[in-house]
């Protein structure tokens, strides 16, 4: 099982950016996916997590009003929207996910904000 992350990069204050994230392999049973980031020098929060069915949605502090967690179950995928981006922003974002009754993370895609 692998989860690929992927739509980082560097953008400007205000500016938005959507990331994705595709779960691979035997995943028979997927639970929940989400987000978490983590800057430098800092501990890796959590940010955004959807359940499989998209019934459920999970925001951290940091990410409410302004990100919007979804899911595509075909393709086994799930987006981050980020909009009103600031350099409080800027950090390596994780992918996470609930997958055949354990967690499993992606190797993280880079997000800068500049002011």
């Known amino acids: 099982v692998q989860l690929q992350a992927s739509g980082g990069g560097l953008v400007q204050t205000g500016d938005s950016l959507r990331l994705s994230c595709t779960a691979s392999?035997?995943?028979?049973?997927?639970?929940?996916m989400g987000w978490f980031r983590q800057a430098l020098g800092k501990e890796r929060e959590f940010v955004a997590a959807?359940?499989?069915?998209?019934?459920?949605?999970f925001y951290g502090d940091s990410a409410k009003g302004r990100f919007t967690i979804s899911t595509d179950n075909a393709k086994k995928t799930v987006y981050l929207q980020m909009n009103s981006l600031t350099p409080e922003d800027t950090a390596v974002y994780y992918c996470?996910?609930?997958?055949?009754?354990?967690?499993?993370w992606g190797r993280g895609t880079q997000v800068t904000v500049s002011s």
């Open positions: 996470n996910g609930d997958l055949n009754g354990r967690p499993y």
């Open positions: 959807i359940t499989n069915s998209g019934s459920s949605t």
């Open positions: 392999g035997s995943t028979y049973q997927i639970f929940k």
